[in-house]
């Protein structure tokens, strides 16, 4: 079964189209009124995937991901001057100090260890000026589907929003923490939003 689900993920159409069956929709509205995008906004999308979230920005975006389907995909569906995909494990990129003034990381967390996710936030930290907002499944909230589900998924770091905060407080000052429910309540995700320190 999880072979089956990581060959549905090699099709991006496809890969899509069932997480919007399966959540009533996207999470896209959503995104954009959490991140409160604004037009002179420059982001790094950490883990970007399809690129899926990069159409809600007119300004600076960039998107890394490390598979290169994904990225192919996200190259020719959404790149243009202002956005790029970079095909690169997250864990190598390096940016110019506060490069962007946010940065967000959408169902990626789970993909890594404690350990990698502190080394990934503190890399993170330097890059970006103002907002670091992460979503991701919230197993503490999560109903019999999603927990059967997420047995599947290619990330087997799953947590609960305390475990989050537990984990992102050692870099970030947390903001503002909640959780909320796909459309179809299938699925239950948390957001943590960091402030940087001073
Ligand atoms: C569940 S998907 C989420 C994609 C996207 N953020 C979204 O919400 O549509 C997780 C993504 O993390 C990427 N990923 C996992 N490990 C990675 C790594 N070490 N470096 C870069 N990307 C990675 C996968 O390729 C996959 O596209």
């Known amino acids: 079964m999880k072979q089956l689900i990581a060959k549905i993920t090699e099709i991006p159409f496809l890969y899509n189209s069932i997480r919007c069956i399966i959540n009533g929709g996207t999470f896209k509205g959503k995104i954009e009124s959490l991140i409160n995008v604004k037009e002179d ?3 790094l999308d950490i883990c970007c995937g399809i690129g899926y979230y990069s159409s809600m920005f007119k ?7 490390n598979d ?8 020719k569906k959404y790149s243009s001057k202002q956005k ?4 690169q ?9 506060n490069s962007f003034n946010k940065a967000f990381m959408i169902n990626a967390v789970h993909h890594f260890s ?3 996710n502190i080394k990934i ?9 103002d907002e670091f907002i992460i979503v991701d499944a919230d197993l503490s909230s999560s109903n019999f589907f999603q927990t059967m589900l997420l047995r599947y998924d290619q990330g087997v770091y799953l947590r609960s929003l305390k475990e989050h905060k537990k984990l992102v407080s050692q870099v970030f000052d947390i903001k503002e923490t909640f959780n909320f429910k796909s459309r179809t309540k299938s699925v239950a995700l948390c957001v943590i ?3 940087l320190k001073s």
Do not use: L
Not at 59 to 65: L, R, S
Not at 68 to 75: G, L, M
Not at 121 to 129: A, G, P, R, T, V
């Open 114 to 116: 404690d350990e990698d």
């Open 41 to 43: 906004d420059s982001v």
């Open 121 to 129: 936030f503190k890399k993170i930290k330097s890059f970006i000026s």
């Open 68 to 75: 290169k389907n994904h990225i192919d995909y996200a190259i």
């Open 84 to 87: 790029k995909f970079i095909h």
């Open 193 to 195: 939003r960091c402030k």
């Open 89 to 97: 494990d997250i864990q190598m990129i390096n940016f110019p100090e």
């Open 59 to 65: 300004g600076e975006y960039v998107g890394v991901d």
